[in-house]
């Protein structure tokens, strides 16, 4: 214990592990934003065309087939589900699953904002999954493919049959780019570029399968869309949205900051080369939890753990044992002497989250990092047990 009292001599080249806007690709400075058409409008031939090589990126990069299509639109990933589910859900019953946060968040919008009396909700509580194999596929399912806040996603599209009756609407935020999304089994994919991407905040990223389009263009929806909701116009889809026209004003310094993570995405070998950072970095993490015995995963099962959005416990009696409270303080007092010592930033568990860390393991993370981070996690924790005896 003497020794882990010591602070480590070497800190994380890059200490910023959050989940959310995330560390940025390696290498990155403010000179990539160097020509960003700012001062120029989004409308005019040279704005449209840098919008458009944004979406022409995200198909690359994320392999989406030809016949998706890919719009830019506001509000970020939360923006983006809304403008689906607002859209699309009524045509048929529905079943919402729900495993964290954001996937409670999607349930609350469906159940008392649209009140959709015919929604079935399917929950699971902090480190596991419900029982996919309850899902009924003639209804629409929203889930989310990787819990931000839990650690915990779908470890494949098994589970989903490709001749479904209803729509999959994915949020897929912390997963697309680092885990492997089956678009043959989703209708909607939406994510935001400041998660795997560490881009930058406030717009959102919607894609849709030819199926999504023509419940779009055949079922009109009860109640009254806003006009960022509004996706067609006279039963028509509004192609002009995946085409570079923006519903509104996007920041050109955004879909800068957005073309440089893709382009590095693509010298660094492309989708599975992303993939695969993320998955070793995430290995990092693995192999010290398992030989550290005050920590685990917050996710129960190995392969529904996630490689990017890293949830922990503090398994440790001593901390275990507290009331919540006092557990909640005692992970707040880590996370804030690693931000005190520069060693790591913003790594707490999210509000709504049981009391633990969270630490971003994306591919725009070095391994290094990591691998730096990890004996400040063993002194912090040491340091607030000893000052939790002392006070006892």
């Not at 902090?126 to 931000?148: A, E």
Request: include cysteine.
């Amino acid at each position: 214990m003497a020794d882990m009292l010591t602070a480590p001599a070497v800190k994380p080249a890059n200490p910023n592990f959050s989940s959310g806007p995330c560390a940025k690709r390696p290498g990155w400075t403010v000179d990539a934003l160097a020509n960003a058409l700012v001062g120029r409008s989004h409308r005019s031939k040279p704005g449209k065309a840098r919008i458009q090589k944004a979406i022409d990126l995200t198909r690359q990069l994320l392999e989406v087939p030809a016949d998706y299509r890919i719009g830019i639109v506001p509000a970020s990933d939360t923006g983006a589900v809304e403008m689906a589910m607002w859209s699309l859900l009524g045509e048929r019953p529905v079943d919402m699953l729900a495993w964290e946060s954001f996937g409670e968040g999607w349930v609350t919008d469906v159940a008392k904002q649209l009140k959709l009396a015919d929604a079935r909700v399917l929950k699971a509580g902090y480190g596991d999954l419900p029982d996919l194999k309850q899902v009924d596929f003639s209804h629409d399912v929203v889930f989310t493919w990787n819990g931000t806040t839990s650690g915990v996603r779908v470890p494949n599209a098994d589970w989903i049959p490709a001749d479904r009756q209803g729509l999959t609407i994915c949020d897929a935020t912390s997963g697309a780019f680092a885990q492997n999304l089956d678009f043959s089994k989703l209708d909607v994919v939406t994510f935001s570029w400041q998660k795997a991407l560490g881009g930058e905040a406030a717009h959102g990223v919607l894609i849709l399968s030819p199926r999504a389009v023509a419940r779009l263009e055949s079922y009109k929806p009860s109640w009254p869309l806003p006009k960022i909701f509004r996706l067609t116009k006279g039963g028509k889809l509004l192609e002009e949205i995946f085409e570079a026209a923006t519903i509104n004003t996007p920041s050109m310094l955004v879909i800068e900051d957005a073309i440089d993570a893709m382009e590095w995405g693509l010298a660094a070998g492309g989708l599975k080369a992303l993939q695969a950072r993320a998955d070793a970095n995430a290995k990092v993490i693995a192999d010290w939890v398992a030989k550290t015995p005050w920590i685990d995963f917050l996710a129960n099962v190995p392969e529904q753990r996630s490689n990017t959005s890293v949830c922990l416990s503090i398994v440790d009696p001593a901390v275990a044992g507290l009331p919540a409270e006092a557990q909640a303080a005692f992970t707040k007092a880590i996370v804030s002497r690693l931000d005190k010592a520069g060693a790591a930033y913003d790594i707490g568990a999210y509000k709504d989250a049981p009391p633990g860390l969270r630490i971003w393991a994306g591919s725009t993370v070095e391994a290094d990092s990591l691998k730096a981070l990890l004996p400040w996690l063993d002194w912090a924790f040491a340091s607030e047990k000893a000052a939790l005896k002392a006070a006892a």
